[in-house]
């Protein structure tokens, strides 16, 4: 390979200067510097550089790498041919020796034989090390007689070219051992992509049964996938196949005309967007099963499968809770039944839910509370139960909630709503109780000064009763704000949706890996 008893020519020479200084940069004192910063890496990366710069001036052979021909797409990439590449993760992957690799929750061994590798090229990482330590601590002039300490052509080659060896032994068993483990890792989306396939055969079979099974088989699977890559949200893998079956009853229910009205438009809003969220999730599959090699094993690290799963997560949640329980769904109905009900104020209140107005947020407690005050034994009053449980009696035998509430507060709250609507519908030049009803709303709405004429029409008495309930009501609707801000949240981001008519979804969003 050389020839060792021969002096280094001036171009040897500057080669193996370049590479001491650069490995003096990274190992000042003897010790390797962070590879994890940056003036580590960059070091690294130099070092890296003049050892092949130096190993080419020495007129060495690079070790074979011929099964770099085997690698995969990715890795083929990465090393694309036979040339030396050295890669400054290689090295750190030998350095910390790792036998245990974690990727979406589950343990991989190392081989035995990588590890040993993996010592056999630290080894002579430190015998080269060694060596660029005695060269630059005598220093190296071309033309003149060396000095016997100094490293020979010989030894300095011999360095370069076993370390070239070992780090090709390394690299093979690292790389083929990553790769099987990546494939690995790949498989919940292989799976899931067979899993969609599977579930298209059987709906152009038009088997229902069939497809039935194919879903769920499905959802369990995108629910796993959901437990390891969602970042995003919760990862929640509990959320079952019965949510879908029970999405798609009610859309047939809607399409049969069995349920009619505001109810049916709320509940199909809910319904359609569980299923348009599974159906994202089958459209990606659909396009990532052609691009395999593309999703990163760690699959918390594909932002479009993470985005995919957030939205189907955040949807299938609100079915699990609005859509399955029939109770829930009801109350859900109601309301909006009632809220639409009111001619005058309803197009105002969509508008602020339209423009996101931030009065909107203190708006939408008021009305859940007044609607559950004015008829505390209607399916409405399901929401506030709901929200504020501790505030209601359990019944006998904990059987469940009852719809009378035991806390003083409310109570009081009750009782003070009934004695001004009946003071209001005496007061109301016409309509009666459903002019009243419409004064309080207003007032909720758009506050003392903005309710309408009807409000400011009415006399300083009246006036002071309705603004003693409004200043109750605004704090027991802080209460259902701050009890379970996140039920909250979700219950008046449902509300909102159910009111403009569904999420505004992409016809067609841009699929990313």
Not at 489 to 494: A, D, E, G, K, P
Request: aromatic fraction near 6%; glycine fraction near 6%.
């Amino acid at each position: 390979l050389f020839n060792g008893n021969g002096g280094f020519s001036a171009t040897e020479c500057a080669a193996v200067d370049k590479l001491s200084l650069s490995h003096q940069r990274l190992a000042p004192g003897g010790d390797v510097a962070n590879l994890r910063t940056d003036e580590g890496y960059n070091a690294c990366v130099k070092l890296l550089a003049n050892i092949d710069k130096a190993s080419r001036a020495l007129a060495l052979e690079a070790a074979p790498r011929e099964y770099r021909a085997n690698f995969s797409l990715n890795y083929q990439a990465l090393f694309p041919d036979s040339e030396r590449h050295l890669r400054v993760d290689v090295l750190e992957a030998s350095f910390d020796q790792q036998s245990e690799i974690w990727v979406n929750g589950e343990q991989f061994e190392m081989s035995l034989e990588a590890r040993d590798g993996a010592r056999v090229l630290q080894e002579a990482w430190s015998d080269l090390g060694a060596v660029l330590v005695r060269w630059q601590a005598i220093g190296a002039t071309s033309g003149k007689e060396e000095s016997a300490s100094k490293p020979s052509k010989a030894e300095v080659a011999g360095a370069l070219f076993t370390l070239d060896k070992a780090w090709a032994h390394f690299e093979f068993k690292y790389i083929t051992e990553l790769i099987d483990i990546e494939e690995r890792a790949r498989q919940q989306i292989v799976r899931a992509v067979r899993l969609e396939e599977a579930l298209g055969d059987a709906v152009d079979e038009g088997s229902v049964e069939k497809r039935r099974r194919a879903e769920k088989k499905l959802v369990q699977c995108i629910s796993q996938l959901n437990s390891v890559a969602n970042v995003k949200r919760k990862g929640r893998d509990d959320l079952g196949a019965e949510i879908l079956f029970g999405a798609q009853e009610i859309m047939r229910r809607c399409e049969h005309n069995e349920l009619s009205g505001a109810a049916a438009d709320a509940a199909s809003t809910l319904a359609s967007d569980v299923i348009a969220s599974f159906e994202s999730v089958r459209e990606y599959l659909q396009e990532v099963g052609s691009c395999l090699e593309r999703v990163d094993p760690h699959l918390c690290n594909n932002e479009g499968l993470v985005a995919r799963l957030a939205d189907w997560e955040e949807s299938w949640e609100v079915g699990s809770r609005y859509v399955m329980q029939v109770t829930t769904l009801e109350a859900i109905c109601d309301l909006i039944s009632e809220v639409t009900s009111l001619e005058t104020l309803a197009p105002a209140l969509i508008t602020m839910c339209e423009d996101c107005d931030v009065e909107l947020f203190l708006v939408l407690p008021r009305i859940v509370l007044l609607c559950f005050l004015a008829d505390p034994d209607n399916r409405r009053a399901e929401i506030v139960r709901g929200l504020l449980p501790h505030l209601f009696q359990t019944k006998e035998g904990g059987a469940g909630k009852s719809s009378k509430p035991s806390d003083p507060k409310l109570e009081r709250l009750l009782s003070s709503f009934g004695s001004v609507m009946q003071v209001l519908s005496t007061k109301a030049s016409a309509g009666g109780s459903e002019a009243a009803w419409e004064l309080v709303m207003a007032r909720a709405m758009f506050g003392s000064t903005e309710a309408g004429d009807a409000y400011a029409d009415l006399p300083l008495a009246t006036k002071k009763v309705v603004e003693d309930l409004m200043r109750d009501v605004e704090g027991m609707s802080l209460q259902l704000q701050r009890h379970c801000p996140e039920d909250w949240n979700q219950f008046s981001s449902v509300l909102v949706q159910c009111l403009l008519g569904g999420k505004q979804r992409d016809a067609a969003p841009k699929f990313e890996v």
